[in-house]
């Protein structure tokens, strides 16, 4: 092997060692937006495993928000809701500008039980989605859309 090669080999693999895997947002929202708890286990293992990241971390405060709903016991459910929301509040806090966490935090806000009180920013981020959504790539403005079309604050018309 030509020491060219060699060296283009060793550089790829040490690249690769230090580059984020991106994330699979097809597969993530799809497991979002199920019911399954088994997928949402899996999911929430998959990206424990990744290199920690804002995105990592947004998404999985969300499925932790929604793997609460599948708990036994109101401590543990208030808990893992909790847990979820803060480490997806954290992102936010970080980025207010992010229309992607802004939409998962309105998308967990119309679910989650009035008990909880997580409902005060759903204007905002109404507002916040509507303006950032046309700077989106298509495949996450399909996906906001597909979710407009059944949530009662966020409505297709609001995107055009």
């Keep these: 092997m030509n020491p060219v090669k060699i ?6 693999i040490l690249f690769s060692s230090f580059v984020n895997p991106a994330v699979d947002k097809g597969a993530f929202y799809k497991v979002f937006g ?14 424990e495993k990744e290199k920690s ?24 459910k208030i808990k893992i809701f ?3 929301a803060s480490m997806l509040e954290v992102e936010i806090a970080k980025k207010p500008a992010n229309t992607e966490y802004r939409f998962l ?4 806000q119309e679910h989650a ?12 981020d109404k507002k916040a989605i509507i303006e950032g959504y046309k700077n989106l790539d298509p495949e996450l403005q ?14 297709v018309d609001d995107l055009q």
């Design 105 to 108: 935090r309105l998308a967990i």
């Design 113 to 124: 039980p009035k008990i909880l009180k997580y409902n005060k920013n759903k204007d905002a």
């Design 82 to 84: 909790k847990k979820g």
């Design 7 to 12: 060296f283009g080999f060793i550089f790829i």
């Design 34 to 47: 199920s019911n399954n708890p088994g997928e949402i286990d899996e999911m929430i293992a998959l990206l």
């Design 53 to 76: 990241s804002s995105l990592t971390n947004a998404f999985l405060g969300a499925l932790h928000t929604k793997k609460a709903g599948f708990l036994k016991g109101a401590n543990e």
């Design 142 to 155: 399909k996906i906001i859309k597909n979710y407009a079309s059944g949530s009662a604050t966020l409505k």
